[in-house]
């Protein structure tokens, strides 16, 4: 029998969140079914892994004077390879997601992807494909949102909720997962004694992710400097940020603090670390970090915005966006833990991962999707609305 045929069509083949999970997704479900990916944009850094996995993305370069060219080459991709889904990634791809299935009769799917905390943070031209994906949401058969707070914000902002979907990330427990011998490296590496507590922020230099209050904080309790260590990691933690080296040298945490700048080997990095660090102050959804993390057995401590509070359960730590006398008093208190007390917690933040968020259950969830809107039954099961679900 013939693979049924899925057409993804997504922004840009970037190493980010949506474009991971797409990934893992693609390379999780080849033996069901028979995928391609078109990319909107002439990024590449995905291309090759995509590629030698037999997902070579068909690139039309949306941007400027191209913009004609590239939707006449979706189009007439869509046309040539006939698909029986098109599954859209993030907002520009759905808008063209929905261009491409007109006139056809194969189910259409939008995978939103983003928070909406508020549309005034967004560009002007994302403003208004934001609402123009508004005015069109009833067209889609299923909207998928990989967070319940998303899909809340996007109703409230006009979204139709009748065909809403929240599939939350899945995360590869044996890629990422507790290893001893990475943390021994790592930490020797920066030469740290056995009793020092290391704590992880992996993420890019925004003011999203609130680095600053993370820096505050740990320079606030001399306690914490004294016992732990801080490694930032992510597109902008490295030496050529002056102001950012500043920043710490004036909070006297020369010493204290490591940069490891953009990693792609982010499941070496995570085993060591004895705490996860997100404060981060709006904006996230269901940040891939904090599943990997747990993944690989570590706590993680996070600001209560988006999902973060809902993935991190009772397994780790939970403030108030933008409260550094929180998020000091919660490093205190991890910094405080028994290495007993702190395994017990990692331990349990990994079994949270396997029980609810493991990447082949994530996976058995879109070809669950996929085949109910094939059997053109209804679209959604009650109990899929993401105020009726509890993910764990």
């Known amino acids: 029998m013939d693979k049924k045929k899925i057409t993804h069509i997504i922004t840009s083949t970037t190493a980010s969140g949506a474009q991971m999970m797409l990934y893992k997704l693609l390379t999780s479900s080849s033996e069901l079914f028979d995928q391609d990916v078109v990319s909107l944009s002439q990024d590449d850094s995905l291309k090759v892994p995509l590629a030698q996995d037999g997902f070579e993305p068909v690139i039309a370069n949306m941007r400027g004077l191209h913009i004609p060219g590239a939707i006449a080459k979706l189009l007439l991709h869509v046309r040539s390879r006939q698909p029986d889904l098109i599954l859209g990634w993030m907002y520009h791809s ?26 005034a943070y967004e560009k002007t031209n994302t403003k208004l494909v934001i609402g123009a994906l508004a005015r069109l949401s009833k067209r889609p058969d299923a909207i998928i949102y990989n967070a319940k707070s998303s899909a809340r914000q996007h109703e409230e902002y006009g979204f139709c909720g009748d065909t809403t979907v929240v599939i939350p990330n899945g995360f590869d427990c044996d890629k990422f997962s507790p290893d001893p011998e990475k943390r021994d490296k790592l930490r020797a590496s920066l030469q740290l004694d056995k009793g020092t507590k290391l704590i992880g922020m992996v993420a890019r230099v925004h003011p999203q992710k609130n680095h600053e209050g993370l820096l505050n904080a740990f320079a606030k309790e001399p306690h914490v400097r004294r016992r732990s260590h801080l490694l930032l990691t992510g597109h902008g933690f490295d030496q050529s940020n002056s102001s950012l080296l500043e920043r710490i040298d004036r909070l006297g945490l020369k010493d204290h603090v490591t940069l490891f700048g953009a990693r792609s080997d982010i499941e070496d990095i995570l085993p060591a670390l004895d705490i996860l660090a997100l404060p981060s102050l709006f904006g996230e959804a269901f940040p891939n970090v904090v599943g990997e993390a747990m993944a690989c057995g570590v706590s993680c401590l996070v600001s209560d915005v988006g999902d973060c509070a809902w993935i991190v359960g009772d397994t780790g730590f939970v403030i108030k966006p933008g409260d550094e006398d929180a998020l000091s008093a919660a490093l205190a208190e991890a910094i405080g833990l028994t290495p007993d007390q702190t395994m017990n917690r990692g331990n349990a933040a990994r079994e949270r991962i396997l029980r609810s968020f493991e990447l082949r259950q994530i996976t058995n969830r879109y070809g669950d999707l996929y085949r109910t809107l094939w059997d053109r039954s209804p679209v959604l099961d009650t109990n899929t609305k993401p105020q009726q679900t509890d993910f764990g």
Do not use: E, Q, T, Y
């Open 94 to 119: 759905c808008l063209m997601a929905s261009l491409a299935a007109v006139g056809r009769k194969s189910p259409l799917v939008w995978n939103i992807r983003h928070s909406l905390h508020d549309i």
